[in-house]
């Protein structure tokens, strides 16, 4: 797979405008908003591309030949072109992309679905991953419920972005607390004195800002990730962006959380976990 440079980045543009899922992701790599890495098939004129965010997401898409799938592709899916040093969350465009990617994996993939199968010793776990859409009526029936000015907020600054731990946090997302202050927002919702959870833009694009959330964990299952969460969201509406939400399927605790803010699910969609 050939690195693209990073003066080059704009190439990748064109065909991820055509790419008709939540892709807010490659969009922060592309758009330079984050250092992330995008691999292609040809440097001069490239019509497929393998685009990396330091998150450990990825995107495949564009005009993907079978000489690339077979010969570059599949190496690195597998891990064994010395490319990738991490596991990393797959997702393609087009749709036909799952039945080739597929293939090309063979007995090397196992379905998180199939139960009777042993998935130990693959090098590929393939999932789902859902898309939701933000029904704004069901939020409002939701936030009736409760008070949110019964409830202390702080903006994220840069103390709280270098202060904030866990695998769902701001500075898993941004280069730095400067550009996350540029271009981002979060709240943390403090309890005696102490921040307990965080929601923030994981990415925002134009008009779109998909949230981020995570709850120390031993302040979890008190609902507290809702209720920043709601205060995010209710921020989106203030400033007419739309709130996004994606999550992987098996994930329940986002899953619900996302219903229960007024979050629908609108597609279901392959996600490949590629292992070390």
Known sequence: MKLLPLDDYKLAIPKLREVAI?????RSV??????GKIYVDNYKNPKAFYVVHPYGMSLLYGDVSDDFLQIEIKDYLLGSNGLREVSEWLQVFPSELENRIDMILGNKMSDISDKDRNSSGNAVVKHKRVNFKFNQRKFEKYKCKINLDEYSFCEVDTALY???????????????????????VGFSL??????????????????????GMETKSECRRRGFACIVS?????????????????????????????????????AILPYYKLLI
């Open 190 to 211: 403090i309890v005696n004195g102490q921040a307990v959870a965080v929601a923030f833009a994981s990415f925002k694009h134009d008009e779109m800002l998909e949230l």
């Open 22 to 26: 939540n892709n807010l992701f490659a």
């Open 162 to 184: 270098n202060e904030t731990n866990g695998s769902v946090v701001p500075n898993k997302f941004w280069n730095n607390a400067s550009e996350f202050a540029l271009h981002g």
């Open 30 to 35: 592309v758009e330079n908003h984050v250092n």
């Open 230 to 266: 709601a205060k995010l969201v209710e921020y989106c509406l203030e400033r007419e962006l739309e709130p996004i939400w994606s999550c992987r399927q098996g994930n329940q605790g986002s899953y619900n959380l996302a219903i229960k803010l007024g979050f629908e699910p609108i």
